[in-house]
């Protein structure tokens, strides 16, 4: 199953998938991860079309958790040393764009660089699971555009992982059931239709159970908890040149048996003209 968050008549909505067609559901909570908690995809509503709706993130965002250097072509460009454990930091609901929405080129930047990954999204609670148990928590799959500011990540991690809308989510999640096993998709990353990163999510250091496990130790997992597991080599820092992106270029995330994330690229808008939520 594809679910989709998506925005009608000023109102957050719930819609299942099937081809161009979407059918708005009723469900017991007002968000995806209400859903994913209570299981419940209670009734379905009316039909839309894919193309006549404006398409949110496909969860509510609360905790995002991101995995870096999880794939050893990348590890090697970074010219970094393995890491021993999964490294692990968070980025902000605000750092994240909706599907097909603009990025924004931070004003303090030009170091914007694109980040392809798989995102898994949580839908069962767990501490201290096991690496053999960590698939039965696992709610979906998504694509991420984990975008990063480069300069500003050799402060800390944290300031070049969340700038506001240097990132995206979507379009959709797909369901366990129906996605590929999470070590046989293939990644692709399009800069402006050209492929700038690609590599099968096999190929991945920590696989998506040992992640499970390991952040699972430190904290609760939560339904709804979406984790990003990493980007393969390509990236546009360690090009020669640089490859940053721009305004009026697009970014595409594309996973095979998942969907292809799309966005656009416009510079940082002046304060004054950013809409603050009331």
């Known amino acids: 199953m594809r679910l989709i968050?998506?925005?009608?008549?000023?109102?957050?909505?719930?819609?299942?998938?099937?081809?161009?067609?979407?059918?708005?559901?009723?469900?017991?909570?007002?968000c995806l991860?209400?859903?994913?908690?209570?299981?419940?995809?209670?009734?379905?509503?009316?039909?839309?079309?894919?193309?006549?709706?404006?398409l949110l993130a496909p969860i509510r965002l609360g905790r995002f958790f991101c995995i870096g250097l999880n794939y050893s072509a990348h590890v090697a460009e970074t010219a970094r040393d393995p890491s021993e454990r999964p490294s692990v930091f968070l980025r902000s609901a605000d750092s994240f764009a909706a599907p097909g929405a603009a990025l924004w080129r931070p004003h303090a930047s030009t170091h914007f660089d694109y980040e392809g990954e798989l995102g898994c999204v949580i839908g069962r609670a767990g501490r201290q699971i096991s690496e053999c148990d960590a698939l039965d928590h696992v709610f979906g799959?998504?694509?991420?555009?984990?975008g990063s500011v480069r300069d500003f990540q050799k402060h800390s991690v944290g300031a070049g992982k969340n700038f506001e809308r240097s990132g995206a989510i979507g379009p959709w999640i797909v369901t366990k059931d129906e996605a590929p096993a999470w070590d046989a998709m293939r990644l692709r990353t399009r800069l402006n239709g050209e492929v700038v990163q690609e590599a099968g999510t096999d190929t991945m250091?920590?696989?998506?159970?040992?992640?499970?496990?390991?952040?699972?130790?430190?904290?609760?997992?939560?339904?709804?908890?979406?984790?990003?597991?990493?980007?393969p080599a390509g990236v546009g820092a360690r090009r020669t040149p640089p490859l940053?992106?721009?305004?009026?270029?697009?970014?595409?995330?594309?996973?095979?048996?998942?969907?292809?994330?799309?966005?656009?690229?416009?510079?940082?808008?002046?304060?004054a003209a950013i809409a603050v939520p009331a």
């Open 5 to 30: 968050r998506c925005r009608e008549n000023g109102k957050d909505r719930l819609g299942r998938l099937d081809g161009d067609e979407v059918t708005l559901l009723q469900a017991t909570g007002d």
């Open 33 to 54: 991860s209400s859903l994913i908690a209570s299981r419940a995809m209670v009734s379905a509503g009316p039909s839309r079309s894919l193309g006549g709706l404006e």
């Open 141 to 146: 799959y998504t694509c991420v555009m984990e």
């Open 205 to 231: 250091i920590w696989g998506v159970p040992e992640i499970i496990a390991y952040l699972s130790q430190i904290t609760t997992l939560l339904p709804g908890d979406v984790i990003s597991t990493g980007t």
């Open 244 to 271: 940053w992106m721009k305004a009026g270029d697009r970014v595409e995330v594309d996973i095979d048996g998942v969907g292809t994330l799309f966005n656009g690229v416009v510079d940082e808008p002046a304060p």
